[in-house]
């Protein structure tokens, strides 16, 4: 899936004050997603990544700033998954700008909506109004699970 599809979501969440519209929403992303897309498409509506990235919130800001946007979706949610994992794995002297530096071409890649959620995403500051618990709800529908189910596996 196409990064792009999980930002429009993400924003039109946002946009949303009914808790049972936000999660018919994410239930309607988290159909469209590939199997092996799902885990990470959840994470990111919930607002979290599985990565520690080390960007800290000023960082991100400059090299959003900084950067000019794709004109075009292209980023896929795979792909930003493994270059979130590759800046994780940076370590040792020159990895703050090394850090920077792949932040930067990840988002030269992105449209600027894109770049915008993915610097929020990267510092853990993604405000939507979808936390775990509406999140869970909506892989039981998308899924087509019991809520209780679900919540007892994500536990």
Known sequence: MLLRQLVDTSSAVAETSGRLKKIGLLAECLRAMDPDERAIGARYL???????????YATAHEVERATLPASEPQLTLREVDQRLEDIARLAGPGSATARKQQLGAMLARATAPEQTFLARLAVGELRQGALHGVVV???AKASEKLAADVRRAFM
């Open 46 to 56: 919930a607002g979290e990544i599985p990565q520690k990235t080390g960007i800290a």
């Open 137 to 139: 709800e909506a892989i």
